[in-house]
């Protein structure tokens, strides 16, 4: 089945201690998302990367950087995450070519920070 | 601002039932709205679009301007409704940048 993968699923890191989540998908979209999802929160848009063009959001924190090396992979690096950076972390993929089409999503990763 | 409200935290209904599940936003111009879903132990995904104009799983929604709202409604509820349900818009044009909601949990029991 074409899908999105995240991994790992649960990652636990240190305070200050620079942690990546990584995001796959097998469905050759064009546009790569990771959103930020906090306890009874809203999913909240980081940034995407359209093909290799990165769009950052005016309001996601420097301490947030992303890697997309090809079209399959993106990664989310969280430089120094602070207690305040736990959260579920989702990625999501969509074909973009004009129109409204639809966005598929991971699992999402759920990260602690101790 | 882009803004999606979702009055509801949780919605708790008995199989058979109406529901009525309350979306309203603020967008200056005309976005497109959209349902998601997120079923107990699955990812989020999409449950229908204003655009298409369809019923899915027995759920519609109309897109009302004047009000600013989107209120998904389904006339019979049914224990397999239970999760959580997101409201979201996005810019017609673009890069279809998700704004959502905070979501509100739909209990049916039976």
């Known amino acids: 089945d074409a899908m999105v993968i995240q991994n790992p699923r649960y990652q636990v890191t240190q305070f200050g201690k620079p942690v990546t989540l990584s995001c796959s998908q097998t469905?050759?979209?064009?546009?790569m998302y990771w959103y930020q999802q906090k306890s009874s929160q809203a999913p909240k848009l980081l940034f995407h990367y359209y093909d290799k063009d990165f769009n950052n959001e005016a309001d996601t924190p420097d301490n947030f950087q992303s890697r997309r090396p090809n079209t399959s992979f993106c990664f989310l690096d969280i430089r120094s995450p602070g207690l305040g950076d736990a959260a579920m972390y989702l990625c999501?993929?969509?074909?973009?070519?004009?129109?409204?089409?639809?966005?598929?999503f991971g699992p999402g990763t759920r990260l602690t920070v101790t | 601002a882009q803004r999606v409200t979702q009055p509801e935290k949780l919605l708790s209904v008995f199989k058979g039932a109406p529901v009525e599940l309350k979306c309203n936003y603020s967008y200056s111009g005309s976005p497109e709205l959209f349902w998601y879903v997120q079923y107990s132990r699955q990812r989020l995904q999409l449950l229908l679009r204003h655009i298409s104009r369809e019923s899915i799983k027995g759920f519609t929604a109309d897109l009302n301007k004047g009000e600013t709202s989107f209120h998904l409604k389904k006339p019979f509820a049914q224990e397999e409704d239970s999760a959580m349900y997101y409201c979201?818009?996005?810019?017609?044009?673009?890069?279809?940048?998700?704004?959502f909601g905070t979501g509100t949990r739909l209990l049916v029991s039976p």
């Open positions: 979201a818009l996005t810019s017609p044009t673009g890069f279809q940048k998700l704004v």
């Open positions: 469905l050759n979209h064009n546009v």
């Open positions: 999501a993929t969509s074909e973009v070519r004009g129109g409204s089409y639809e966005q598929y």
